[in-house]
């Protein structure tokens, strides 16, 4: 596509569900990154990953959260036994390749995450 | 920890003012300093970038100053627009693919 899509674009979940967030990046992208926006906190990383594998996950907050990639294009973040602090909008973003052309990001409208 | 720290928070403008955006950095490993633009309800979108080699960059009417011994950078908005109004995101990265991303600044621009 023209654009690095996601999905849902809002969800509402109650506290202890498991939800799935989904990424579509621009096509040929290689690498594709999640960050957490949360109100007044600015963007938060949360994975990396550069074709189907993550070598930088380090910010994952807890083990409620994991992310895969499959087939080197679409990712999904898959949040478990959700809590209210996990209310978020959460971005999706993707770039060509590693390194420095990695720095050239290009985010999705984001999932919003309300958890009540 | 935050890598990155903007200031102020918040900037309201009137329109043909001049909107500056600072940020702070610590780490002097930081090779490339992007800033972001982000409208409501949009994802951000790269505005502008700069590398420690150069002290200024400037693109249309958003301008980069970079100031590598006070390790700070900001961005100036020449001529402001009411279209300019949007939250502005410094960042940071040492090539490691990772951007560090500041809290962002809401600019707001007054017709």
């Known amino acids: 596509g023209a654009g690095v899509s996601q999905s849902p674009s809002n969800k509402v979940t109650e506290k202890g569900k498991d939800v799935e967030l989904r990424c579509d990046p621009i096509?040929?992208?290689?690498?594709l990154y999640w960050y957490r926006q949360s109100l007044g906190q600015g963007l938060e990383f949360l994975i990396y990953f550069q074709g189907n594998s993550a070598p930088d996950k380090s910010g994952l907050p807890s083990d409620r959260f994991s992310a895969e990639r499959t087939g080197g294009s679409v990712s999904t973040l898959t949040i478990q036994r959700t809590q209210q602090e996990d209310s978020a909008v959460y971005l999706c973003?993707?770039?060509?390749?590693?390194?420095?052309?990695?720095?050239?990001?290009?985010f999705g409208a984001g999932s919003r995450l309300t958890v009540l | 920890q935050q890598q990155v720290k903007q200031s102020p928070q918040s900037l309201i403008v009137q329109k043909g003012g001049i909107s500056i955006i600072n940020c702070a950095y610590e780490n002097t490993a930081f090779d490339y300093f992007p800033w972001y633009q982000q409208f409501p309800g949009k994802g951000p979108a790269l505005l502008i970038a700069?590398?420690?080699?150069?002290s200024e960059k400037k693109e249309g009417r958003f301008t980069i100053s970079f100031n590598k011994s006070a390790k700070q950078f900001s961005l100036h908005i020449m001529d402001s627009q009411p279209g300019d109004s949007a939250t502005y995101f410094c960042?940071?990265?040492?090539?490691?693919?990772?951007?560090?991303f500041g809290k962002g600044n809401q600019v707001v621009v007054i017709p």
């Open positions: 096509s040929g992208h290689t690498a």
């Open positions: 960042a940071a990265s040492v090539g490691n693919n990772r951007l560090a």
């Open positions: 973003a993707s770039s060509l390749q590693g390194g420095f052309g990695a720095n050239v990001l290009t």
């Open positions: 700069i590398r420690p080699d150069v």
